[in-house]
């Protein structure tokens, strides 16, 4: 498993995995990153902003082709 949290990465990944013909699944993940002055007096100001990460799980016989084409990354 690799979980990368910027969305060109996701791409590059995505891309190598279909030109080397190596089957995945992904997950994705919302995570909330909390503004550190957010108190509930003042409120949350938009200030908060929502991250998302991208879990790739690839097959255990794929698994060492995979990862060496991670090396790269």
Not at 13 to 33: G, M, N, R, S, T
Not at 43 to 48: A, E, F, R, V
Not at 51 to 72: D, G, P, T
Request: net charge positive.
């Amino acid at each position: 498993m690799i979980t990368v949290d910027d969305h060109s990465k996701k791409e590059h990944i995505q891309d190598l995995f279909a030109q080397y013909h190596i089957e995945y699944k992904i997950k994705i993940k919302e995570i909330l990153q909390k503004n550190p002055m957010d108190t509930a007096v003042i409120g949350t100001l938009g200030m908060n902003k929502m991250k998302i990460s991208y879990s790739f799980y690839v097959e255990k016989e794929n698994a060492a082709a995979a990862k060496e084409l991670l090396k790269s990354i």
